[in-house]
DNA sequence: TTTGTAATGTTATACTATTGCATTTGTTAT
DNA sequence: ATAACAAATGCAATAGTATAACATTACAAA
């Protein structure tokens, strides 16, 4: 995808995740990489909605599901997750955001709705090369441009 | 400005922390609100290097020079400097920069090298419309873009 | 000088993230 | 199969970042 989506908010969960998750599955298979147990069961806590969720919040969830867990086990999980694409890391919040797209090693900006907290991603390769060509007038080589915009999402503007 | 700048190693600070001084009073006296002492002096110590400085940092500095203080008290000064845009936020390393130019209120990107922890700053219109317009298409009002852009400077590619 | 607001002080605590080391699990080669 | 190795997890402690709540002081305008 070249343009954006924000997360509706009567979206259907449910088959949200299991399309997640079946993309999970192949990406790891093709990556060689392993999802085990507890990385798809923090990959769907996360995904289970489109809002920031925070590496605590997740632990909140894994123990009223009876999966207690110290909190370096989830950062560790988070860490294996934004590594193969899974997850984004939202600084601004320091929170975690499923990624529900394949965008192969492209960098992504995230559209964040400070009414209702969800997340949504665009994929504006334009504004990564302009970013890549000014910071390179100045002798700058980009690695990883980090893009955060809050804002308010349609649905909270009509609200 | 509209191109980029990023701190060469060899910076005068004394003749730099000088002019943001000027740069600040100026600007608090046209803005009506208080520079305060201790507001001064943090900025001095964020100004003071053009690294990203965390806010226990701070602490430490004023604590050599005999200010002792608590976190909450730089975070207060640092909320200030940050509203009136002479200090800028780095999401991605909870830290600070000290600003040593008029945006007004245009949206700044900023530049943050990996090898020796220097910040610079761009000020791309275009990158921040093309981001509202983006925005935009997806029915979000876009009210704060928060750019970072992780890499290697100039100074530090060449070594 | 009173009066109200902005700024600061003080203490405690909440929230976010990592280190170090022991143990288990899964994979590969023998 | 099983030995040997690497990856993943468990566990406890602690480091690092940020805010809450409430008391006090400094400043500016009436």
Redesign the pocket.
């Known amino acids: 995808m070249t343009s954006g989506s924000f997360p509706k908010p009567e979206h259907d969960h449910q088959r949200c995740v299991a399309r997640l998750v079946r993309h999970a599955e192949q990406l790891c298979i093709k990556a060689g ?2 999802l ?1 147990v ?2 798809l069961a923090i990959l769907k806590i996360i995904g289970s909605s489109h809002k920031a969720t ?3 919040d997740v632990l909140e969830v894994m123990a009223k599901q009876g999966q207690r ?5 989830v ?3 988070l860490d294996f997750l934004i590594s193969v694409g899974l997850v984004h890391r939202i600084s601004s919040l ?1 929170a975690f955001i499923a990624c529900h797209h394949s965008h192969g090693s492209n960098p992504v900006q995230l559209l964040i709705c400070k009414a209702c907290g969800g997340v949504g991603e665009l994929e504006l390769p334009a504004v990564t090369r302009a970013l890549k060509e000014a910071a390179g007038k100045a002798g700058f080589s980009v690695d990883e441009p980090v893009v955060e915009v809050t804002g308010v999402c349609a649905h909270c503007c009509a609200a």
């Open positions: 990489v392993r085990t507890q990385r925070g590496a605590y867990a110290a909190p370096v086990t950062y560790r999980a320091n």
